[in-house]
């Protein structure tokens, strides 16, 4: 029995071709997006290091302006979109004269953060949605092609009038597909959980940001203490 990819593939049924065509088309895209995320994330949490010591010695400074200008240099860092919106939000109302509350500059800076935290994550869980749809669905797709192969298999036998020996090979090459499914399915699944846990850490280092920008800008704007006051 011949068993070489090429003898395999001319011995296949139009339709089971056409879902391992598919397979093959699954696995590029999943290796793709692997990748490209792979990339995505490891740019975000390198940009992030060099971010946060670079603004450790600006906003001691009190600089905001040059705060802002130093997360624009890290575009690709998730903690530079967050705290970048909030030095944004609160730079602006500082600079209104018509603005007199300070807990409202904060509270602003703070709901800024938290958009723009929202709107990060959106991104970083960016085709995410694909692997899990592979990894999902891969084996399925390979469990059809097996049975359009036995389909295939067996309507060569009654034609031909042979017994299953005559057949076998067919058989195992309906098999092929399943296996090739669970081979597309399995790397799928692995990386998808992989990534989620990714964005699940760069949530929370999102989060951990904005509320120590909340208290930042909370000093900066005395508008804790002057709360404290007027309870007092």
């Given at each position: 029995m011949d068993m070489s990819p090429m003898a395999l593939w001319s011995s296949m049924s139009l339709m089971a071709k056409g879902v391992v065509?598919?397979?093959v088309v699954m696995s590029i895209y999943s290796i793709w997006v692997m990748v490209e995320r792979?990339?995505?994330?490891?740019?975000?949490?390198?940009?992030?290091?060099?971010?946060?010591?670079?603004?450790?010695?600006?906003?001691?400074?009190s600089d905001y302006q040059q705060a802002i200008d130093v997360t624009k240099k890290y575009k690709q860092s998730h903690l530079?979109?967050?705290i970048g919106s909030g030095l944004l939000e609160f730079e602006a109302l500082r600079r209104d004269k018509r603005n007199m509350d300070p807990e409202l500059t904060v509270e602003a800076a703070r709901q800024g953060m938290d958009r723009t935290a929202m709107i990060t994550i959106a991104e970083l869980k960016e085709n995410l949605g694909v692997?899990?749809?592979?990894?999902a669905?891969?084996?399925?797709?390979?469990?059809?092609?097996?049975?359009?192969g036995i389909i295939?298999?067996?309507?060569?036998?009654?034609?031909?009038?042979?017994?299953?020996?005559?057949?076998?090979?067919?058989?195992?090459?309906?098999?092929?597909?399943?296996?090739?499914?669970?081979?597309?399915?399995?790397p799928a699944v692995w990386a998808y959980n992989y990534f989620q846990n990714r964005v699940d850490r760069f949530t929370v280092e999102m989060s951990n940001?904005?509320?120590?920008?909340?208290?930042?800008?909370?000093?900066?704007?005395?508008?804790?203490?002057?709360?404290?006051?007027?309870?007092?």
């Open positions: 065509l598919l397979m792979y990339i995505v994330f490891s740019q975000a949490k390198n940009q992030s290091l060099k971010l946060l010591g670079a603004l450790s010695n600006v906003l001691t400074k530079a979109k967050v692997l899990a749809t592979i990894g669905t891969a084996p399925f797709v390979g469990l059809f092609g097996t049975v359009l295939h298999a067996f309507g060569k036998m009654a034609t031909s009038g042979g017994g299953i020996a005559s057949v076998s090979a067919g058989i195992a090459e309906a098999l092929i597909t399943t296996a090739f499914g669970l081979f597309v399915a399995i940001s904005g509320s120590e920008m909340a208290i930042y800008f909370l000093k900066e704007t005395g508008a804790g203490n002057e709360s404290k006051a007027s309870i007092g």
